[in-house]
């Protein structure tokens, strides 16, 4: 059977009531939709005020649709059936239209005409019973409920021609992709950090990944495992550039210094040195974390303050109050779940002591770090051989080093 759509309604999200700045948010979407439609030649890019039409012109529907409900700033798609602005041809795409569509054993419906085009020689309330009547003579099951309706059939007749839709397919939503500045995400194995990742990018902003490896206490398919999330967050964004940091020397200084329970602490405040070296660099003004509060040991009040000391820049923490179930939900919904329960250890897993602190003090965390030899000079190394790469959604990483996914539920120690 043929598509019975010819195009896709794009609607804008809550950036249209942003007044001066809408043309630029209106802009940023349009660059990213044709980024997005350059596999499909065919498909026409058809602009009106607070919405974006496709004419596929026969190009594939499910693919482009796809990818299109990731577009941040677009909230909802719509199928849309065209057909000739004649009474005649109207009522036959509906009923075609909803006879393609999935009917239960009694389904309540409404049509809600629009005669945009006012030289139509019927109004708006004459096409609701014009078109509503074939449709109850055709489908048995239909039922009208003009209050709650199951199916909502919207017609707009417009002069050239009209069209038809029922669907509302739930897309990104928030604010076109960078119309808000661009910040660095601190990107582990865990659940966690990809759900911050996204709702930072939901919120206008382009994000840059920094991963820290520790190898060789830290395996190939760990790194791998990173850049697949990576991946799947680049099919929200285009593509993301991943900045990947040798952390061994760094992490294996704080080990044997009698000070066990402020390893994690140690670490974090490192790894923020080396994300603000490289914010600078790349011109971020902000650095993304996945933290949650409570959740662990360096997610206490206490911790993030003394954690977060160690940069100027601010700490965006998205899921700073949200439950460990809604953020796997979340990752579930964005596709990161199942690569995030992976079971290969990322750096922020190793070296964990059996009681670290909750409650650290700043005063003697930076005179330890003042006495530890050289611990300038190994994050001024670490910044230099920083490994930065492309991700692209159509990457793949080798077959033959394959990860086996288990379900395997892993606190961040991001």
Known sequence: MNSPYDMLLLRFGEFTLKGKNRNRFEKSILTHVRALLKPYPNAKILKEYGRLYIDLNGEPVTPILDVLKKVFGVVSISPVKVCRSELEDITAAAVDFIGRSELGEQTTFKVNARRVWKAFPHSSQEMNHLIGSPLLRNFSQLKVDVKNPEIELRVEIRENRTYLFHESIEAAGGFPLGTNGKAMLLLSGGIDSPVAGFSAMRRGLEVQCVHFYSYPFTSQ??????????????????????????????????????????????????????????????????????????????????????????????????????????????????????????????????????????????????????????????????????????????????????????????????
Not at 225 to 251: N, R, W
Not at 378 to 386: F, G, H, N, R, S
């Open 221 to 414: 398919q760990a790194k791998e495992k990173v850049i697949e999330l990576a991946g799947i967050l680049s099919g929200y964004a285009g593509q993301i550039k991943l900045h990947l940091v040798p952390f061994t020397d760094i992490q294996t200084s704080f080990t044997g210094i009698g000070q066990d329970n402020l390893i994690i602490t140690f670490m974090r405040r490192a790894m923020l040195r080396i994300t603000s070296r490289l914010a600078e660099q790349e011109g971020a003004q902000a650095i993304v974390t996945g933290d949650s509060l409570g959740q662990v040991a360096s997610q206490t009040l206490p911790s993030m303050n003394v954690i977060g000391r160690a940069t100027e820049l601010p700490l965006l923490r998205p899921l700073i109050t949200t439950d460990k179930q809604n953020i796997i939900e979340m990752a579930k919904k964005i596709g990161t779940y199942e690569t995030s329960i992976l079971p290969f250890e990322d750096c922020c897993t190793l070296f964990v002591p059996k009681s670290p602190t909750t409650n650290p003090n700043l005063r003697i965390v930076q005179k330890v770090e003042a006495t530890l030899p050289g611990l300038q000079a190994k994050i001024d190394l670490a910044v230099e051989q920083t490994e930065t790469v492309i991700i692209t959604p159509d990457m793949q990483l080798d077959s033959e080093q394959g990860m086996k996914k288990e379900s395997v539920v892993k606190e961040e120690w991001f």
